[in-house]
């Protein structure tokens, strides 16, 4: 689902004035630091993907849940199949959450998303929130804005500008998460 990392598509970083809220724990951060680090540590380095689960309640999106799918991975690309989105979605639901944001890690510094970014993702639902996060994840993914951070509305991704990122996601030290891997062996090519 996320190929061809090597022609981007710049585009407007746009700045809404929504009152959503992201809530994030910072156990979500560690557990996608540790799974995109995992993926870096291959050599050469691989990107590394991971689902983000959680829930709405009005304008408060709290995330709960990391799923590290089985993917298929290189240096510059990594996808996951129709059955690994099957077994993501699953867990999602016996979990009780849906899916919020898709993670996703990049070679270098460039943290747009790439063509494929935009044509391959598997859940283009409306609020999906998508994290690039650069370097292969070996400097960790924060500050968030040093991330790309995209958003799916209105049929398309654009990327939030680094004042909203800050305004509008919080990460929180006092929250439990779950982490489940549903990765049975690397793929790597
Ligand atoms: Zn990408």
Not at 138 to 162: A, E, Q, V, W
């Amino acid at each position: 689902m996320i190929k061809k990392i090597f022609s981007f598509v710049r585009k407007s970083q746009r700045s809404s004035k929504d009152k959503i809220t992201y809530i994030i724990p910072r156990s979500v951060i560690c557990d996608t630091e540790r799974v995109l680090s995992e993926y870096a540590k291959i050599k050469p380095s691989n990107e590394g993907f991971v689902y983000w689960g959680g829930i709405i309640d009005g304008t408060i999106i709290s995330i709960s849940l990391v799923i590290a799918p089985e993917t298929e991975s290189s240096y510059g690309r990594v996808s996951t199949s129709n059955r690994s989105n099957f077994d993501v979605v699953k867990t999602l639901s016996a979990n009780k959450v849906i899916e919020i944001a898709q993670v996703h890690s990049h070679p270098s510094d460039l943290v747009d998303h790439s063509e494929g970014d935009d044509e391959w993702a598997s859940f283009k639902i409306e609020g999906l929130v998508s994290i690039v996060v650069p370097q292969y994840c070996k400097k960790g993914m924060l500050p968030l804005t040093d991330c790309g951070i995209h958003i799916y509305t209105n049929g398309d991704f654009i990327r939030l500008s680094k004042k909203y990122v800050t305004e509008h996601f919080k990460i929180i030290n006092d929250s439990k998460s779950g982490f489940i891997d549903l990765r049975r062996t690397f793929h790597v090519r």
